[in-house]
């Protein structure tokens, strides 16, 4: 029997054998006390009650009681790895990143796989965007390139971010909520390219081996020139694209919900190291100027017959996390980490981004995130104006000035590194962007890029799902497919039709709306 289990499962019994030679540590506390019985309480009299000098009990407890630090509001559930980045094709007329200095370069990473709106004990294996992080430690500090496994997303304002998280979430009283869901997506069909994705057969990758990573967002590169394009970032899986069926997925997750975790440490444990390789697509300002829609908009490709994949490099897995919480749970991805030569564009959703990000960290890991090891940009050396705070660990850079400018010889700004400079001009408002031509890229992915098989596979999962639904926002989702391609729409309703015909008929249900103590207490006290 123990011969049948896996890397993952025999963890333990690896550890041991690992330090077979070594005598057993003595057991501490915390600061480090030896501790002579940890298995008994201090008491008057074996029935007696405890006492306050049980500094070991006092000590297990404190700890125990703080162990949970919040999870994230997005991206709860993961999976981590470590490896590294290295160059293949010369993109140095693109980008002065160091990371791509030259062929065979090499540079440490970090990757975390997730789910979206599972929470941390969520299954892997439910129908939900992936996320795809990758931290490269560079010389120029970390650079922090936080994509999805779709090169698309739901919305295109950062502003609707919240208000769509919660409609993926639980409904404030009750459960996870498809009126809420699809009321939201209904609402706003700029989401109608990723729903399509999400509801395809890709929309279950089988773990995270099998699956392509993207940047998702328009990024800018500058040369050593000072020249500087737009690009977009792809990372083609090398062991093939492999999703899960919708009854495997649902068998997995009770079987084995943490399925996605398994197979990626398993993978690394015997050796099998995953890897993917790195693209760039490059558009110039020019090009952006003339393109057919907003280049910047996050809900749309770049189509690769204008725009070919350039290959850069390999992402390669090769090791398994130490601890779990010290190296996933503490890791923190911060789109606004950008090494000079890669910068930022006028996307939205990544402007809106670079500050979400780094604020929910120190919301959740507190404001010396970065000193935690996995996050710290080991690579290069930190020297700033920065002081202070809860849980600096490290020495808060001696007596070095805290003030800038000085006269004291303390860390300079380097105009070397500015960032590239920018024009912009224009009414400053807010633009209502929801109707900036919402279909043409999912029809072409329903009519060009699924085959009949998978576009039956996509109306039946689609319709699984809306079913549960009221019928009034049935009714408003369908004519969204509709306008994308009248097929799309009318396979769909003919699904919703039988599952439809298949509910009670004139039920009557009576709600009792629950009264919250606030409200009773006002009541009261009319």
């Not at 029935?47 to 404190?62: H, I, K, N, S, Y």
């Not at 290295?86 to 065979?104: L, Q």
């Not at 994949?309 to 090791?319: D, E, Q, S």
Request: proline letters at 7%.
């Amino acid at each position: 029997m123990a011969d049948s289990r896996d890397p993952a499962s025999d963890q333990m019994k690896h550890w041991k054998e690992q330090r077979a030679a070594q005598k057993a540590d003595v057991l501490t506390t915390g600061a480090g006390n030896p501790v002579g019985d940890k298995l008994n309480v201090i008491t008057v009299g074996p029935r007696g009650p405890l006492l306050v000098q049980d500094v070991v009990f006092t000590d297990e407890m404190a700890h125990f009681d703080r162990e949970r630090i919040p999870e994230r509001v997005v991206h709860a559930k993961g999976a981590g790895a470590f490896g590294y980045f290295e160059v293949t094709h010369d993109i140095t007329k693109y980008s002065k990143a160091k990371v791509f200095e030259h062929i065979g370069k090499r540079t440490p990473i970090a990757v975390r796989f997730s789910t979206v709106a599972g929470e941390s004990g969520s299954a892997d294996t439910i129908r939900d965007p992936r996320g795809f992080a990758v931290k490269f430690y560079t010389e120029d500090g970390n650079w922090d390139l936080v994509g999805n496994n779709t090169p698309i997303f739901f919305i295109r304002d950062p502003i609707l971010f919240p208000s769509f998280i919660h409609s993926q979430k639980r409904n404030p009283q009750t459960l996870k909520d498809p009126d809420m869901v699809w009321d939201f997506w209904s609402l706003r069909p700029e989401s109608l390219h990723q729903v399509s994705f999400l509801f395809s057969d890709r929309g279950i990758p089988d773990g995270h081996r099998h699956m392509n990573g993207y940047g998702s967002h328009t990024f800018k590169l500058v040369n050593a020139e000072g020249k500087a394009v737009y690009c977009k970032f792809h990372y083609k899986t090398d062991q093939g694209i492999r999703n899960l069926s919708v009854e495997d997925a649902a068998r997995l997750s009770q079987e084995d919900p943490d399925y996605g975790i398994r197979d990626l440490f398993n993978a690394i444990a015997t050796g099998n190291y995953p890897s993917w390789t790195f693209y760039i697509q490059v558009m110039t300002f020019n090009q952006a100027e003339t393109f057919p829609f907003n280049p910047f908009d996050l809900t749309k490709v770049w189509p690769h017959k204008d725009y070919p994949l350039i290959p850069v490099g390999k992402l390669v897995l090769n090791r398994n996390p130490v601890n779990y919480f010290a190296e996933v749970e503490q890791i923190a991805f911060d789109p606004s980490n950008m090494p000079p030569g890669i910068e930022s564009s006028p996307d939205k959703m990544l402007q809106g981004r670079l500050f979400a990000y780094p604020d929910t960290h120190r919301h959740r890991l507190g404001p010396n995130y970065l000193q935690i090891p996995v996050n710290c940009p080991y690579r290069a050396r930190v020297a700033n104006y920065q002081r202070d705070g809860p849980m600096c660990m490290q020495d808060n850079q001696g007596g070095a000035p805290n003030y800038y400018p000085n006269s004291f010889g303390a860390p300079e700004q380097q105009p070397s590194v500015l960032e590239h400079s920018t024009q912009y001009s224009g009414e400053v408002r807010r633009f209502n962007t929801a109707n900036d031509d919402n279909v043409t890229q999912v029809r072409a992915f329903y009519v060009n890029v699924l085959n009949e098989e998978q576009r039956k596979r996509l109306c039946e999962n689609i319709a699984g799902h809306l079913k549960d639904a009221q019928i009034f926002i049935q009714k408003k989702a369908v004519k969204n497919f509709t306008e994308v391609h009248p097929e799309y729409g009318s396979r769909i309703q003919t699904l919703l039709d039988k599952y439809n015909a298949e509910k009670p008929k004139n039920a009557i249900h009576t709600f009792v709306q629950s009264e919250s103590h606030l409200a009773a207490r006002e009541k009261a006290n009319l």
